[in-house]
């Protein structure tokens, strides 16, 4: 059964609820695999759609930047692990794609970004600590790529607390 889920997308200083999607036919990634490293959540609404290719394209294109932050970066969307599979391979994109597929949409609802409606997630970003705390959270328009400058600054933010945090690497 699915959670009930929030009427707006987790602010920060929530919890980021644990999850664990397919990102191949036989391997998850889970919240967990995600900690110890400021993680980026880039829920988008579906991979064909020519924003989300292009907001996808963009943060592959930026991919080193976000490594040299620390962060590490996972898509997630409704679509099956083998439309990710020919997404990322037509796009030449080097981050994994998580499939929030069955149950559709459950790890987006309990973020709070789940499009009812339509089915499909709505164009949302989470900046996590390396304990899995939201930091930063973004849902954009459908139609609008959000870029990555917020995300970068959330990064930056994020970096600029940890030695007051005692951060271990």
């Avoid at 995600?34 to 943060?59: E, H, N, T």
Wanted: with cysteine; aromatic share 8%; charged share 15%.
């Amino acid at each position: 059964m699915l959670q009930p889920h929030p009427a707006a997308a987790l602010p920060p200083g929530t919890a980021a609820p644990a999850f664990s999607l397919p990102v191949t036919p036989d391997q998850k990634v889970s919240l967990d695999d995600l900690r110890g490293k400021p993680a980026i959540l880039a829920f988008y609404p579906a991979d064909w759609s020519p924003v989300c290719g292009d907001q996808m394209a963009l943060y592959n294109q930026i991919l080193p930047e976000f490594h040299r932050a620390g962060a590490q970066l996972v898509g997630i969307s409704v679509d099956g692990v083998w439309c990710h599979a020919a997404f990322a391979e037509q796009r030449k994109l080097h981050f994994p794609l998580l499939a929030d597929f069955e149950p559709k949409g459950a790890v987006a609802r309990n973020f709070g970004v789940y499009r009812h409606g339509e089915g499909i997630a709505e164009r949302a970003l989470f900046v996590l600590d390396a304990d899995g705390i939201i930091r930063w959270s973004f849902v954009s328009p459908l139609g609008i790529n959000p870029g990555a400058d917020g995300i970068l600054d959330a990064l930056d933010k994020l970096a600029a607390t940890l030695p007051s945090q005692g951060h271990q690497s």
